[in-house]
């Protein structure tokens, strides 16, 4: 997801950290979802304010940019993993 963040100064810009101060909208990544968002009026009265020249083109390229594959963040690991991580710590009954 794509964070637009209205600053508490006014200005609209497209939030890649994530932890810009202000009033925050998501829209997907996707091309189709930006187009949406931005011509159907919905992006900026999220933000409560109209939007301004150049946004649309910013966040066509934070979406081109976020395209990159990400490492999950959760990993799987089987049963057997788990049954022998548990044996090495003390108060294990190994039940």
Same mark, same amino acid.
């Given at each position: 997801?794509?964070?637009?963040?209205?600053?508490?100064?006014?200005?609209?810009?497209? $939030? %890649?950290?994530?932890?810009? &101060?202000? =009033?925050?909208a998501y829209v997907c990544p996707e091309p189709d979802c930006i187009e949406r968002a931005v011509h159907g009026g919905r992006l900026a009265g999220a933000l409560e304010r109209p939007l301004p020249d150049?946004?649309? $083109? %910013?966040?066509?390229?934070? &979406?081109? =940019?976020?395209?990159?594959?990400?490492?999950?963040?959760?990993?799987?690991?089987?049963?057997?993993q788990v049954q022998e991580a548990g044996r090495g710590e003390p108060g294990n009954t190994g039940r």
């Open positions: 997801m794509l964070r637009v963040v209205r600053t508490p100064a006014g200005d609209m810009k497209v $939030d %890649a950290t994530g932890k810009l &101060a202000g =009033r925050g150049g946004l649309l $083109d %910013a966040l066509r390229e934070a &979406a081109s =940019r976020d395209a990159t594959p990400r490492t999950p963040v959760v990993r799987r690991i089987s049963l057997r």
